[in-house]
């Protein structure tokens, strides 16, 4: 039985109007992810990663085709939180607490305060930072920020997670590590995830399926469903599976002309 979808685009096609005439950051995006998927979308900068997350949720407006959220407009998903989001930064308000942090969509939603604590102390465990919720973001590190970040993201229990390049700005032994954690948080929590990076390796580790992009217009050129085992130890990237998914990768990339030659 086939997973039901719960990001459908058709057509999806995004022209923003600047002064300097039209710039076309999407073109006829054809998408369809599963409940349960790990997507990954990489491709040069510019190539519309990040605008189409933000389309999914509702922080753009696509101008031709269409696109479904569990069967709702990216308006009816925000509305109904269907979503969680996690940035590049982390933006963790300096003067709350880590628990505070988290708990801000909630008191937002209206969740009381006991309802709050439960939801702080039960995410906080998921994402190892069970400990920490007195501590203020300064006093943690880089890659504990983001981890309270994605905390903050699964508080309230959307299905869906959009991750915008969050371990981007991290050195590579921390984001190995928040690469194994999460892995370890999708299989708990059996979350659908869109997950935009501009590292090979890391997409195809993470993936189950990884989108690659073109140059803007932002296009899809090829759609990559993984044949690794869900459970993957960081020495799978030296297999030959891993190798070749990384090397069909490439060969998208540069179909798509977004390496200088």
Known sequence: MTAASVVSARGLGLTFETGDGPVHALSEVNLDIRKGDFVSFIGPSGCGKTTFLRVIAD?????AGSIEINGM???QARLARAY??????PALYPWRTIDKNIALPLEIMGYSAAEQKQRVERTLELVNLGGFGKKFPW???GGMQQRASIARALAFDADLLLMD??????DEIVRDHL???????????????CFVTHSIPEAVYLSTKIVVMSPRPGRVIDVIESTLPRDRPLDIRETP???QIAHRVRQGLKAGHSYEE
Request: hydrophobic fraction near 40%; charge should be negative.
């Open 59 to 63: 922080l753009e407006k696509h101008t």
């Open 241 to 243: 599976e891993f190798l």
């Open 73 to 75: 407009t990216p308006e």
């Open 84 to 89: 969680g989001y996690v940035f590049q930064a």
């Open 179 to 193: 690469n194994e954690q999460l892995l370890k948080l999708w299989a708990t929590t059996n979350k659908t995830i």
């Open 139 to 141: 006093q943690l590190s």
């Open 165 to 170: 390049e969050p371990f981007g700005a991290l």
